[in-house]
T-cell receptor, first 112, second 115 residues
Framework: GENVGLHLPTLSVQEGDNSIINCAYS??????FIWYKQESGKGPQFIID?????DKRQGQRVTVLLNKTVKHLSLQIAATQPGDSAVYFC???????????FGKGTLLTVNP | KAGVTQTPRYLIKTRGQQVTLSCSPI?????VSWYQQTPGQGLQFLFE???????NKGNFPGRFSGRQFSNSRSEMNVSTLELGDSALYLC??????????????FGEGSRLTVL
């Protein structure tokens, strides 16, 4: 698959558990953050976003937390399912409004 | 509504050759951006086009170029291919190109292997 050879941080969880994926960003001027999910053989898919004037945002089964003090972003997935297995990337808008800067990604594996 | 379509999905080239990749954005989307994805460097921004004009460019050598047509379809070209150009090339489209709306949709990519 597309993830073969990637030396990514990995997270392995049991089906039904909650997952927390972390991301550190570097640009203190970034004001918009997005989490993407990339399944093997596919392009990244938007999950949830958050602006810098917020510290928490919830979606369906997902929550994003933003800590601007330590430049840290996390994605929480509730009741993780096998279909959640994928690589998760955080991305930030820094400077230009027309490009994203992506983090390295985390490989999430959900065991049935 | 059809998604972002990239062609070809897979291709193999040899060093020194050139390659052209194509991207058809979602209907109505005028912004197309390109990203390179490799195991070592992750996802890196190449360039972004809006209404046939390049608005932003990443830190890639001049061998990497692109263009956008009046129907918003975009192509990217890599000349004098090197082994390190082997990667998944992703195209993404949006209505305005402003990333802070979250309305960025990716294609499935073109997997380039350089031998």
């Amino acid at each position: 698959g597309e993830n073969v050879g990637l030396h990514l941080p990995t997270l392995s969880v049991q089906e039904g558990d909650n997952s927390i994926i972390n991301c550190a960003y570097s640009n203190s001027a970034s004001d918009y953050f997005i989490w993407y999910k990339q399944e093997s053989g596919k392009g990244p898919q938007f999950i949830i976003d958050i602006r810098s004037n917020m510290d928490k945002r919830q979606g369906q089964r997902v929550t994003v937390l933003l800590n601007k003090t330590v430049k840290h972003l996390s994605l929480q997935i509730a009741a993780t399912q096998p279909g959640d297995s994928a690589v998760y990337f955080c991305a930030e808008i820094g400077g230009s409004n027309y490009k994203l800067t992506f983090g390295k990604g985390t490989l999430l594996t959900v065991n049935p | 509504k059809a998604g972002v379509t990239q062609t070809p999905r897979y291709l193999i080239k040899t060093r020194g050759q050139q390659v052209t990749l194509s991207c058809s954005p979602i209907s109505g989307h005028r912004s197309v951006s390109w990203y390179q994805q490799t195991p070592g460097q992750g996802l890196q921004f190449l360039f972004e086009y809006f209404s046939e004009t390049q608005r932003n460019k990443g830190n890639f050598p001049g061998r990497f170029s692109g263009r956008q047509f009046s129907n918003s379809r975009s192509e990217m070209n890599v000349s004098t291919l090197e082994l390190g150009d082997s990667a998944l090339y992703l195209c993404a489209s949006s209505t305005s190109g402003r990333m802070n709306t979250g309305e960025l949709f990716f294609g499935e990519g073109s997997r380039l292997t350089v031998l």
